[in-house]
C-alpha cells in the first residue's frame, strides 16, 4: 500500500506546493510527541504494591486508595473520550483589517503527558489550517474575478456578432466600426452591477442612417453607449472625446498582425493626431473570429485553473484527516473528531463557488463554443492524457538491442573494408559521412530531449505547462526514446547497406544515393499529412521551425526561444545538410567529385549566412520580446547572440586565413563572447550565482537535493564552453581523424545543450512556483482604453 506522503507528492500541483499542508513537517512532530510520551510512561499497575511506600500500618489503606484513584482516572478518561469537545477546541476569530478573514487557533483543554509538543503541534496545524484557507480564498477569488470578466467579453461578442450577422442578412454593407483612435470612436457607460462593455460606432453613410439607429439601439440595450447618445456625452472631455471606451485587442501573433502594428504605431508616431475616419480599425468577420478563439482559450483556462483548485480542497482536506488520525493514534486520545469539524467549516471546504462557477463554465461552453454539444466540449475543457502502452517500452528495447548489433557489424566492416584508413580515399568521409553525421547527432539530441522528459518528470517539472504543450498530445520520454532508438536504427542499418555493396562492386554513384534516399524518406515523413507517427508532435515541430525562421514576425513563445537556443547549438549539423545539399543538387555524386562544391565560392559564403542564421534568429527573438515588453534584459540577451555571431566569422575567416591579426581577433572576440555566454548561462538561465543564497553562489531554492550537483554542472559548462579552443589551435591530423574530431566535437555542444535544458526549465519552473502560477494567462480581445490628453 502506497503511503499518503508519496501519494500526496504524487498528486500536488506543483505550482502550488509551498500553499499545501506541509504533511511531512506535521509527520515529524507527531512522532516527537511519540518519543516523548516513550520517555514518559506512567507506571503499571503492577508496580502499585506496598513496598513502594515502606513498610507501615497504613499500607492497606494506601493501596485502596491507590487503587480507586486509579479507577476513577479510567472513568473520567472514558468520559471526555465521548466528549471530544473537553481535549481541544478550536476558535476562530476575524481579523480587524478584514472581517472575512478568519484565523483558526487551538486551545487545549485537558492536559496531556506531552504537553509542550502537543502544543507545539496545534499551533502549527492552525498555521497550517490558515495558509491553506488564505490561499483558497485568494485563488476562488481570482477565479471568479477572471469568470465576471469573460462573461462580460462573452456578451460584447455575441452583441457584435448579432450585429454583422444582420448587417449581412439584410445585405447592407457595414462600413466599419471605429476603434479608440478614431475621432468617432466609442466609449461605454459603467455602474456598479454591470461589466464594462464594449462600443463601438458604426460609420455608415447618410443613406443607412435608419440601420445605424437599429445597430446603436440593439447595443445600447446591453449597455453599450456611443458618443452621439445621450448618457455618453456627459463622459466626454474638453476636447470632445470620450474618457474611457472599449477596443478590440488581437494580439500580433502572425507577420500580418505583426506588420499592421508597426505601420500603425510608426503612423500614429509620425502624425500627431488621431486617425482619420475610414482608415482605423475594422471589426470585421475576421476579427470577431480570432476575439472568438480567444475567449475560448480563456474559459479553457478558467475551467483548468478551478479543477486545479478543487483537486487543492480535496488533497488538503484528506491530509489533514490522515495527519489528525496519526495524532490521534500516538496520543491514546480522540481529538481529530473536534479538529475537522472546524476544518469541514473552513473556507476552503465549505465554499461551493468553484463547483458552481465550473458548472457555469460547462454550460456556457457547451453553448457557445461546442454547439450544445456536452461530449465535445469536455474534449476541450478535460482533454484525457495518453496512456503509457507497454508496446512502446517494448519496440524501445528491441530498436535498441538491433542498434547495438547493427553499429557492431558496421565497425566490423567499417574495418574490413579499411574506409577509416589514412592511407585509402577519402571519398567516403567526404561524400557520405557527412550524411550520416547529420543523423548521428539529430539522434543524440533526440536521446538526451528524452533524458530531460524523464528528469523534468521525475522531478516534478512542469514543463508541458511551460512549453504549453496539450497533454493529450504531448512527447514523453519513452517516445522520445523509441523515436530515437527507430531512427538510428533505421540509419545505421543503411550504412551497413552502402557499405556491403560498395564491397559488392556496385557502382558508387549508385551506392552513394543511399543516403540521399534515406534523408528524403525522413524529410517525407516530417511533413506527411497522415496521422502516423506522431502528427502533433511533428505538425508542432514544424510551427515552431517556421516561427523561428519568420523571426521577429512572429510573437515569441517559450517553446520558440528554447527550440532556437538549440539550433545554435547544432550548427555543425547545419554545415553538413549545405554540403549534402550541393553534393546531390549539384550531380557531384554521379561524378564522384566531391571538390566540386568545396571550391566553390557561394559554398564558402553561405558557410558564413549559415553559421550566423541560428544566432541571428535568436537576437531577433530577443528584439521582438524586447519590442512586446519594453524590457532591458531582452536587448542585453540580443548582445549575447550578435557577440556569438562576431566570433563564429572570425573563426571561419581565419580557418581560410591563418596570420596572427586574425588569431588576435578570434582569440579576443570568442573569450568575449564565452564570458558573455558564461555569465548568462548561469546567472540569467540557471538563476546561480547569487552570493546571498543559503546555497552558497547557487539560489535560495533546488529542485536536486545534492548541492555538490550543481557545482559540478557549472564546471562541466565552463568546459565545454571553451571547446572552441580546439579551432585555433590548429591540432595536425590527417583528413579522417580531423573529420571524427570534428564530429566528437560537435556532439560535446550537443550534449552541453542537454545537460543545459534540464537547468533552464528549472528555473522557469521555480519562477512560476514562486508566484503561484499554474494556468496560463490568455490575453482577452476586448479592453478599456483612456483616451484622455
Not at 480599425?281 to 483556462?301: G, H, L, P, Y
Not at 463554443?369 to 517494448?394: C, G, I, Y
Not at 565560392?601 to 550566423?612: G, P
Request: glycine content about 4%; hydrophobic content about 40%.
Amino acid at each position: 500500500m502506497v503511503k499518503f506522503s508519496k501519494e500526496l507528492e504524487a498528486q500536488l500541483i506543483p505550482e502550488w506546493k509551498d500553499a499545501f499542508v506541509n504533511y511531512w513537517q506535521l509527520k515529524k512532530h507527531v512522532k516527537k510527541i511519540k518519543l516523548s510520551g516513550n520517555n514518559k510512561k506512567p507506571p503499571s499497575s503492577h508496580d502499585l504494591n506496598p513496598e513502594m511506600f515502606g513498610r507501615s500500618i497504613f499500607d492497606p489503606i494506601r493501596f485502596v486508595a491507590m487503587k480507586v484513584a486509579s479507577c476513577s482516572s479510567k472513568l473520567l478518561l472514558g468520559s471526555s473520550s465521548n466528549n471530544t469537545n473537553e481535549i481541544i477546541q478550536v476558535k476562530s476569530k476575524s481579523m480587524d483589517s478584514d472581517e472575512e478573514e478568519v484565523l483558526y487557533q487551538t486551545e487545549i483543554v485537558q492536559l496531556f503527558s506531552e504537553e509542550d509538543e502537543v502544543r507545539v503541534f496545534f499551533e502549527r496545524l492552525d498555521g497550517e489550517l490558515n495558509k491553506v484557507n488564505q490561499f483558497y480564498k485568494m485563488k476562488e477569488s481570482e477565479f471568479l474575478e477572471r469568470g465576471e470578466i469573460l462573461n462580460k467579453q462573452l456578451q460584447i461578442l455575441l452583441d457584435l456578432k448579432q450585429i454583422v450577422t444582420d448587417c449581412q442578412r439584410r445585405r447592407k454593407p457595414v462600413a466599419g466600426a471605429f476603434l479608440q483612435r478614431s475621432s468617432n470612436s466609442f466609449c461605454s457607460s459603467r455602474n456598479s452591477d454591470s461589466f464594462s462593455e464594449s462600443a463601438a460606432v458604426l460609420n455608415d453613410s447618410s443613406t443607412e442612417i435608419s440601420q445605424t439607429d437599429e445597430v446603436i439601439a440593439a447595443l445600447e440595450r446591453n449597455g453599450v453607449n456611443f458618443m452621439n447618445s445621450a448618457s455618453c456625452k456627459a463622459m466626454m472631455t474638453k476636447k470632445g472625446k470620450p474618457k474611457m471606451a472599449m477596443r478590440i485587442d488581437i494580439p500580433a501573433t502572425t507577420p500580418a498582425r505583426t506588420i499592421s502594428a508597426v505601420t500603425s504605431m510608426i503612423w500614429e508616431d509620425l502624425v500627431n493626431h488621431p486617425k482619420k475616419e475610414g482608415n482605423g480599425d475594422f471589426i470585421n468577420k475576421k476579427k470577431i473570429q480570432c476575439a472568438e478563439k480567444m475567449i475560448r482559450s480563456a474559459f479553457v483556462e478558467l475551467y483548468r485553473g478551478l479543477g486545479l483548485l478543487k483537486t487543492y480542497s480535496s488533497l488538503n482536506m484528506v491530509a489533514f484527516t490522515k495527519i489528525l488520525k496519526k495524532f490521534d493514534k500516538v496520543s491514546n486520545q480522540q481529538a481529530s473528531a473536534s479538529y475537522l469539524k472546524a476544518v469541514k467549516r473552513s473556507h476552503f471546504i465549505s465554499s461551493d463557488k468553484v463547483v458552481r462557477l465550473m458548472d457555469e463554465v460547462e454550460s456556457i461552453f457547451t453553448n457557445h463554443f461546442a454547439n450544445n454539444d456536452r461530449k465535445k466540449a469536455m474534449k476541450f475543457l478535460r482533454p484525457q492524457e495518453q496512456k503509457n502502452s507497454h508496446m512502446v517500452t517494448f519496440f524501445v528495447g528491441l530498436f535498441t538491442g538491433s542498434f547495438v548489433s547493427l553499429f557492431s557489424v558496421y565497425v566490423i566492416l567499417a574495418h574490413l573494408s579499411g574506409i577509416f584508413s589514412p592511407s585509402t580515399e577519402t571519398a567516403y568521409m567526404e561524400t557520405v559521412y557527412p550524411v550520416f553525421s547529420v543523423f548521428a547527432l539529430l539522434s543524440l539530441h533526440l536521446f538526451l530531449y528524452g533524458c530531460n522528459l524523464f528528469m523534468w518528470k521525475a522531478t516534478r517539472i512542469n514543463y508541458n505547462f511551460i512549453f504549453e504543450f496539450a497533454s493529450s498530445t504531448a512527447l514523453k520520454y519513452r517516445d522520445a526514446f523509441l523515436i530515437c532508438t527507430t531512427f538510428m536504427t533505421s540509419v545505421v542499418g543503411a550504412m551497413v547497406i552502402h557499405l556491403l555493396l560498395r564491397a559488392g562492386g556496385f557502382s558508387p554513384s549508385h551506392v552513394d544515393t543511399i543516403p540521399g534516399i534515406l534523408l528524403l524518406i525522413f524529410i517525407g515523413l516530417l511533413v506527411c499529412p497522415f496521422d502516423i507517427v506522431y502528427r502533433p508532435t511533428r505538425y508542432c515541430f514544424l510551427r515552431i521551425i517556421r516561427n523561428i525562421i519568420c523571426s521577429p514576425l512572429y510573437k515569441v513563445l517559450m517553446v520558440d526561444f528554447f527550440m532556437a537556443d538549440q539550433l545554435t547549438s547544432q550548427i555543425p549539423l547545419l554545415r553538413h545538410l549545405e554540403s549534402t545539399a550541393c553534393y546531390f543538387l549539384a550531380g557531384s555524386f554521379k561524378t564522384h567529385e566531391y571538390a566540386t562544391c568545396k571550391n566553390g565560392k557561394m559554398y564558402r559564403q553561405l558557410a558564413y549566412v549559415i553559421s550566423f542564421l541560428p544566432y541571428y534568429w535568436r537576437a531577433m527573438q530577443c528584439a521582438r520580446r524586447w519590442f512586446d515588453e519594453y524590457d532591458l534584459n531582452h536587448l542585453a540577451n540580443m548582445g549575447k547572440y550578435v557577440s556569438a555571431m562576431v566570433a563564429a566569422g572570425a573563426r571561419l575567416t581565419y580557418a581560410t586565413q591563418s596570420n596572427n591579426l586574425w588569431f588576435s581577433v578570434v582569440l579576443v572576440t570568442s573569450v568575449v563572447a564565452t564570458v558573455y555566454q558564461l555569465y548568462w548561462d548561469f546567472a540569467k538561465d540557471w538563476g546561480l550565482l547569487n552570493p546571498n543564497s543559503r546555497n552558497p553562489w547557487l539560489r535560495d531554492d533546488l529542485i536536486l537535493k545534492n548541492k555538490s550537483i550543481y557545482y559540478l554542472s557549472i564546471a562541466l559548462n565552463v568546459v565545454l564552453r571553451v571547446a572552441w579552443v580546439e579551432s585555433i589551435m590548429r591540432f595536425r591530423f590527417n583528413p579522417v581523424q580531423t573529420h571524427l574530431l570534428d564530429f566528437f566535437l560537435a556532439s560535446l555542444e550537443v550534449i552541453r545543450r542537454g545537460h543545459w535544458n534540464f537547468y533552464r526549465l528549472e528555473n522557469e519552473h521555480l519562477n512560476n512556483v514562486g508566484k503561484f502560477r499554474a494556468v496560463k494567462t490568455v490575453p482577452l480581445p476586448f479592453r478599456e482604453t483612456d483616451s484622455d490628453g
